[in-house]
């Protein structure tokens, strides 16, 4: 049998005594957009962080594309050029246009020529409904309009998988909308993806699979007709009941 794109093999993690993600199996398959649910403090975006290794697991494995993270041999930075990540603070580089925010890690990084990744980049700005704001720097831009730029940012690297922290977690209610159609419209053209977010209405439109975690446990998972619906454990009632 082969591997899903992204497998989470018995993960643990732990900050000092913190044991902060428990064994968690998951799979992602090709194409597949699992949602990631769950209180504050639950462990959602470690393992993210866990997934590009900005944080480094204490046991089991993390495959993407049937290659370990974590194997010595591999070579983890052109893995993670194949994991595209997007968080609720855009990060965008102040003192470059939007098109130069997307040009950059191409250029610099797969050493892709100017007028190519220029290319490409006023494509990928298109196609986040930002043609005309290539040449505004992020204070020109509102929030809805930078974290789209971040999105066309990640997306230019070619990732094979997306990760999405709490993207619009830090925008006004009124720009939530257009970043989460962004990400709709890439579910669409069958991106795998891995989304943590509270937008329950998005989750159970986009997703493919919900999953809940608590305690750093990965409590339930389920399609979202049954999460939502009819969840099986109490946690799951719990953490629904809040957002009726
Ligand atoms: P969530 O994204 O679900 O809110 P996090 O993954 O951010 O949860 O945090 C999970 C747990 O790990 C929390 O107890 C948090 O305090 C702890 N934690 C997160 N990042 C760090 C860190 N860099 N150092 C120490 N503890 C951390
Ligand atoms: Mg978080």
């Known amino acids: 049998m082969t591997d899903s794109q992204l497998v989470f093999d018995g993960v643990n993690k732990y900050f000092g005594e913190n044991h902060v993600l428990k064994d968690i199996d998951l799979d992602v398959e090709d194409g597949e957009v699992v949602v990631v649910v769950g209180p504050s ?12 290794r900005l944080e480094e697991i204490q046991s089991g494995e993390i495959r993407l594309e049937g290659v370990s993270l ?11 050029q194949r994991i595209g990540m997007v968080f609720q603070s855009f990060n965008l580089f102040p003192h470059k246009t939007a098109l130069q925010n997307v040009t950059l890690a191409p250029r610099k990084v797969k050493g892709i020529p100017e007028s190519e990744a220029e290319r490409t980049a006023r494509d990928l700005l298109e196609r986040v409904g930002l043609d005309g704001k290539a040449d505004s720097y992020p204070h020109q831009l509102s929030g809805g309009q930078q974290q789209r ?18 993207v619009t977690s830090a925008l006004d209610p009124e720009l939530v909308g257009e970043v989460l159609s962004v990400m709709r419209g890439l579910a669409d053209e069958g991106m795998t993806m891995l989304v943590v977010t509270h937008e329950m209405g998005f989750a159970r439109e986009v997703g493919d699979r919900i999953v809940l975690m608590a305690d750093g446990e990965k409590v339930e998972e389920a399609p979202p007709e049954e999460f939502f619906e009819n969840p099986e454990t109490e946690r799951a009632k719990q ?3 809040k957002f009726l």
């Open 70 to 80: 974590t194997d010595p041999e591999t070579d983890i930075n052109l893995l993670r």
């Open 41 to 52: 403090g639950s462990g959602k975006s470690t393992l993210l962080r866990c997934t590009n």
């Open 239 to 241: 953490f629904l009941s």
């Open 149 to 166: 730029v971040a999105i066309a940012r990640a997306l230019a690297m070619r990732p094979h998988v997306m990760l999405f922290d709490e």
